[in-house]
């Protein structure tokens, strides 16, 4: 399937047999952005539940990936079939459906697109949607094989500070990528991995939407010269994902993410603040 396809696309296949939509909308960011359309959905979408369900439940880090197991049997229990074709979307239109997309992809299942533009690109377009609510569905009989190759952990980002073997790309703003803003998680001090280089995430959209395939190779060009691998971090390894599939859009390549990403790194290496 093609890593991006457009709301006509969904709309006209939205009743073939192996296509499976998920609603990855996370609902405290919905709430503060769209209160509005939280309740709404593509209809048949079934919810991909990121921070509850497809998360590990026993790291201290938040949105860790969870292991095959859980995956797969979550998976099942959405009714995702081995030979299903995943649409994904949230309600913010590029936000955490990247997320989902690499999650299916380390979990070595690539039949999955991301819905560009997301909910807010659907309504646009005029095409129903129906109210979100929690139903059963006949188990499905989908398989999770982890790929190793799209994860990086603690340890290879600590290695690689002295070998330089890949560059880090960071996908938080500016401001906390520089230090001159303050994280969320207020007892972690702001700042960046060494060596690292800065892509905001909203520097690869547009009105919702991913930027045109030239417009996203001329980004990464500006930002980044040399030929290693690209590894992408944010502040919990969500964000991480949208500028990640940008740049798999622009050049098909570079899909590793740090996971624990600078919560993580920044609790590891003891940079707090004084807060408490």
Known sequence: MNKLVSTKWLHQNLNHPDIIVLDASIRATAERNTPNTLL??????????????FSDPNSPFPNTIPNETQFEDECQNLGIHINS?????????????PRVWWLFQAMGHNDISVLDGGLPAWIFSSFSTENRAVKQYKLGDFKATLQTKYIKYYEDVLENVRTKTFTIVDARSEGRFNGSVDEPRKHLKSGHIPDSINIPYGEVLANGKFKSVSELKTLFDKNYSDKKELVFSCGSGLTACIVMLANVIAFNKSRAIYDGSWTEWAERQNLKTDVL
């Open 85 to 97: 074709k995943i649409v994904v979307f949230d309600s913010l239109g590029i936000y955490s459906s």
């Open 40 to 53: 709404k959905t593509i209809p048949g979408a079934r919810y991909f539940d990121l921070k509850k369900t």
